[in-house]
């Protein structure tokens, strides 16, 4: 409890001698003291993060046991004067948490009502400002050891400290040039042949991946079409019955090999079609019939008579064959 005016004759002289001078101070005493007549031992905890506050009650009894199943609950009045009204739950045996908003830095009182036949608890708590309005001193350690640095053909670093410590200190600290530009360039490098390293092993096991080992991406469009049926909520389409293609594939072989054997039987006789005699009877000179003039040698015709021969007995074997069929 603060109270920021005198009690006396300089400014509260005639207020002195009213009946509200010792009822307002009786007040502040008795609102100030702890509070008297109630059974059960609170306390409070407060913590401030993200722009609200948070309160944690634990409640005991005389007893030191756990009080719980209380109607607690809490108003808070932040600096603008305006209540805020907190809502307070148990969490735990003995435990009740509240939390409420605060937006604004300032000082907060907060008066919480345990429940009925307990004495009001008040308590308080102050939202501090920004950081970056906090009034930190100079890390002067830290200065001297970066004013200490020598830069390469460089001097180091000074330390700019103003010659008095009065009104004119700021002015003093403003005419010096903080800025020195007789600095030379920084440069610096960084060994990158690990890399380069790494980058080789990784070309050349691709080059020889890629070389050596066919890979089979087969399994790729049935696993984007699940992957697809999976994202859109689809029902997976059944697989297609392979009966017409193994029964095309049967049906291609058993012809392949129907054609082979017909090229083979083409060019084979068999040896039963093969008749026992097989012969050609030339017929003998006739004395009426003039003969032939002998033809001139030619080196074909042999060939051709004996090609001729050869297939006038291939005919008659086989005339001679159906006509044994028809007799059976």
């Known amino acids: ?88 739950e148990q969490s735990a045996p003995g435990r009740y948490v509240g939390e409420f908003a605060a937006k ?23 939202v501090p400002y920004s950081d970056e309005f906090r009034e930190l001193s100079p890390n002067e350690a830290l200065l001297d050891q970066l004013a200490a640095m020598t830069p390469k053909n460089g001097k180091p670093g000074i330390v700019i400290e103003p010659k008095t410590k009065n009104a004119d200190t700021m002015e003093q600290l403003l005419a010096v040039n903080t800025f020195r530009h007789n600095l030379l360039k920084a440069s610096s490098s960084q060994d990158a042949w690990q890399y380069l390293l790494l980058f080789a092993s990784c070309l050349f096991f691709g080059d020889v991946f890629f070389r050596r080992v066919q890979v089979n991406v087969a399994w790729v469009p049935p696993l984007a079409g699940r992957a697809r049926d ?31 054997r017909r090229g083979t039987v083409r060019f084979e006789m068999p040896q039963a079609q093969k008749p026992a005699d097989l012969t050609v009877l030339e017929e003998p000179p006739s004395a009426n019939k003039p003969s032939k003039p002998a033809e001139k040698p030619s080196i074909t015709e042999p060939q051709k008579t004996e090609q001729e021969t050869y297939t006038e007995r291939l005919l008659r074997a086989k005339k001679k064959v159906w006509e044994d069929r028809d007799k059976k």
């Open 1 to 88: 409890m603060v109270f920021t005016s005198d009690a006396g004759a300089r400014w509260t002289g005639d207020w002195v001698n009213r009946e509200l001078y010792d009822k307002l101070f009786g007040q502040m005493v008795r609102w100030a003291m702890r509070p008297a007549g109630g059974s059960g031992k609170f306390t409070v905890a407060t913590d401030f993060a993200d722009g609200r506050v948070r309160m944690v009650i634990n409640a005991l009894d005389k007893n030191d046991e756990f009080l719980n199943f209380l109607n607690m609950n809490g108003t808070a009045v932040g600096p603008d004067m305006q209540p805020i009204p907190m809502k307070i």
């Open 104 to 126: 604004d830095a300032g000082s907060y009182f907060v008066m919480i009502s345990p429940g009925a036949g307990q004495s009001p608890i008040r308590t308080g708590l102050n």
């Open 230 to 260: 999976w994202l859109l909520r689809r029902q997976p389409k059944p697989a297609a019955p392979e009966f017409i293609q193994r029964l095309r594939g049967k049906k291609a072989e058993v012809t392949e090999q129907i054609e082979q």
